[in-house]
């Protein structure tokens, strides 16, 4: 519960302190008077913004924004989203990285979808502080790159005080001559490579054409929090922070045990990063930069930064040094299973059908996900994910975290919690679960071309 215009920077309650601002994104009406709930009224339905000048462009969005509103909550609080669908077909609400139940975790298997004109209780806990995000879950090729989808934070309990705190979502749109969306093809590179746009857009502006990278003011002697959520269809970015003292202290799963010094990381669709921002004491700005890498006109591979947020250095303040809590994660060095994921595709009767280990879920209007494996709760497991299908699957675990061991069969420093991890061409990624949620689980290349046509299974826990 916030107070009455729904802003979540106060809190009228003893004992309660407020949740700080997130600049950047907007939360929506809290319904609730208990601070330890937030209610809120989610609305999926067709909307214009004005992304470019000229036509408007007729979006799906949730509550008329875009991205949808930012939900803020604290670990431990209860939220409620009365969601109803005002889309002419059905849809349903996943909630990226909350390990909460799978009843309420937004799976097409599980739910049933809802149909346009109804409605559906979304009612759980959040368990673990972090950045999180949610989309649609359903016909994703369209509903997704139309706009369905919003941020999500959860506050720690004894959070880390900052002088600001920011959240960055990034994304792509293809549009039109006409600023549509673009139609969708059923084959070809959109359906190999996943679909990428030719707009970037951060918290739902664009950045090149007209726009230009998101803009505020930061004070000398600032420490900021920043929150990035990659909600691209299947770009990955390279981030990196001119300007400033950066420290990475989260990733999917929350803050890290130890704080590293940020130069630059990789993060692929639907994985989340936080940093720690202090302006260098020279610095006139602070630039948070993405980089891709492109084919130049030899084709060559060649890195094209661009700017996603400016920080020009305006004002002086003293900032108290953050406090974090101690976090401990679960144990990498201990005798697991092993288990392999191979990724693949192939072409059948003129259609690219994805698999994993050699089973498509359904095509089409049908989404049933085959159960591939079941695991026992708690116990390490660690998965080999291969592909065999060049170039690129960020695959996301439903409803668990876990930690990236190795690439190539070599160990790699990505600490941290995940609940995707990029499977890059044809290299081996080995991850490290305790499937610590009971439950039936999706787990799916996050690229929804690939999703959609058959990289989606499910996993039972428990
Ligand atoms: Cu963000 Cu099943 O996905
Ligand atoms: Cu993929």
């Known amino acids: 519960g916030g107070d009455e215009d729904g802003t979540s920077g106060t809190s009228n309650t003893p004992g309660v302190p407020p949740l700080p601002v997130i600049e950047g994104l907007t939360p929506p009406e809290d319904l609730n008077p208990d601070p330890h709930i937030l209610e809120v009224d989610l609305v999926a339905r067709p909307n214009a913004v004005a992304l470019l000048s000229g036509d408007l462009t007729e979006m799906l ?53 809802v149909q346009p004109g109804e409605s559906f ?14 989309h649609t879950h359903f016909h994703q090729i369209e509903q997704f790159e139309r706009g369905l989808y919003g941020g999500i934070v959860v506050h720690e309990q004894e959070a880390p005080v900052f002088s600001a705190e920011r959240m960055f979502m990034g994304d792509d749109i293809r ?5 549509q969306v673009a139609v969708f093809q059923a084959s070809g590179p959109d359906v190999g490579a996943g679909r990428v746009g030719n707009i970037v857009l951060v918290n739902g502006k664009p950045i090149n054409d007209e726009g230009g990278p998101a803009t505020f003011t930061m004070p000398r ?34 803050l890290l045990p130890e704080p590293f010094a940020l130069d630059q990381v990789e993060i692929a669709p639907g994985q989340r990063y936080e940093f720690e921002v202090r302006p260098a004491a020279d610095a006139t700005e602070v630039v948070l930069e993405a980089m891709i890498l492109v084919l130049d006109e030899n084709n060559e591979v060649v890195e094209a930064p661009f700017e996603i947020a400016r ?42 059908q994805f698999t994993i280990n050699g089973v498509p879920a359904f095509v089409g209007e049908g989404h049933e996900h085959v159960v591939i494996e079941t695991f026992e709760p708690n116990v390490p497991v660690k998965i080999t994910l291969s592909s065999e299908v060049s170039p690129s699957h960020p695959f996301h675990i439903h409803g668990q975290f876990f930690q990236i061991l190795e690439r190539g069969g070599q160990p790699v420093f990505e600490p941290g919690l995940r609940d995707t991890v990029h499977v890059r061409g044809t290299e081996t ?14 787990v799916h290349c996050h690229i929804s071309e690939h999703s959609e046509n058959g990289m989606m299974a499910d996993i039972l826990v428990g």
């Open 61 to 113: 969005n949730y509550n008329g924004q875009f991205p949808g509103p930012l939900l803020h909550a604290r670990v431990g609080d209860r939220i409620v989203v009365h969601f109803k669908n005002e889309l002419e077909e059905p849809t349903v609400v996943h909630w990226h990285g909350l390990r909460i139940s799978d009843q309420m975790d937004g799976s097409p298997m599980i739910q049933n979808p």
């Open 121 to 134: 209780t979304y009612d759980f806990v959040v368990p673990d502080a972090g950045t999180y995000w949610y």
């Open 175 to 179: 549009l039109n001559f006409r600023n």
């Open 221 to 254: 002697g600032a420490i900021e929090r920043w929150r990035f959520v990659l909600a691209t269809n299947a770009l990955s970015y390279g981030l990196r922070i001119r300007g400033a003292d950066a420290r990475v202290i989260a990733t999917d799963g929350g």
């Open 311 to 352: 920080g020009t250095i305006e004002g002086e303040v003293s900032t108290a040094e953050p406090v974090y809590p101690t976090v401990t994660l679960p144990a990498t060095d201990v005798q697991a299973e092993n288990h392999d994921w191979k990724l693949s595709g192939a072409v059948v009767d003129g259609k690219v």
């Open 429 to 442: 990624a080995t991850i490290l679960s305790y499937f610590e949620n009971p439950g039936q689980w999706m």
